[in-house]
């Protein structure tokens, strides 16, 4: 599919990227998974073309949840996305065997002849899954972004795990 106006793959790439940033920055509880779903991941998502994209009236709490209940699954979440990203610095056959049978990434080009994925937003998509769309769209697009010890990018990044994201275990907020 083609990326609308002048959009770059590079732009859906870092769309994707700074969802997931957000996500795992973002406290656990319903405010803020409200405002991330809403904020970053609507960014994210937006790329693909609206045939592709169904909307969900009662939005993702359609049923009552607790705080305890999201926070769990936040934090769940989390923790498989932690594992996917450590897996990619391995390369796509670990991360392969982290994925679920179907991820929601569509590929996509740019103007400019550029070729990459970007994620694509469902109905009743688990909260996993679509963090985990986020996260193969931007590896597809930009592998070797996610090899460890990679050189420095333009003075700003380090080697630590998936450019410099804070991936502090166990914390949940």
């Not at 769940?76 to 991820?103: F, K, N, S, W």
């Not at 590929?107 to 688990?126: I, M, Q, S, T």
Request: hydrophobic fraction near 40%; include cysteine.
């Amino acid at each position: 599919m083609a990326l609308p106006g002048r959009v770059t793959v590079e732009e859906a790439a870092e769309a994707s990227r700074a969802a997931l940033r957000a996500f795992l920055a973002m406290d656990p509880d319903k405010p803020s998974l409200s405002a991330w779903l809403e904020g970053p991941y609507r960014q994210a998502t937006d790329f693909a073309p609206r045939r592709l994209r169904t909307v969900n009236p009662g939005g993702p709490f359609e049923h009552h949840t607790s705080p305890t209940n999201i926070e769990d699954l936040v934090t769940m979440t989390r923790t498989v996305v932690t594992a996917a990203l450590a897996a990619a610095q391995c390369g796509i056959d670990a991360l392969v065997e982290l994925l679920p049978p179907v991820v929601q990434v569509r590929p996509a080009h740019d103007l400019y002849g550029n070729h990459g994925f970007v994620p694509v937003d469902e109905a009743r998509l688990r909260l996993v899954d679509r963090v985990l769309a986020l996260l193969v769209a931007d590896y597809l697009t930009r592998p070797d972004e996610f090899r460890p010890n990679r050189p420095l990018i333009s003075g700003t990044h380090s080697t630590d795990p998936w450019l410099d994201l804070d991936l502090r275990e166990g914390d949940t907020g």
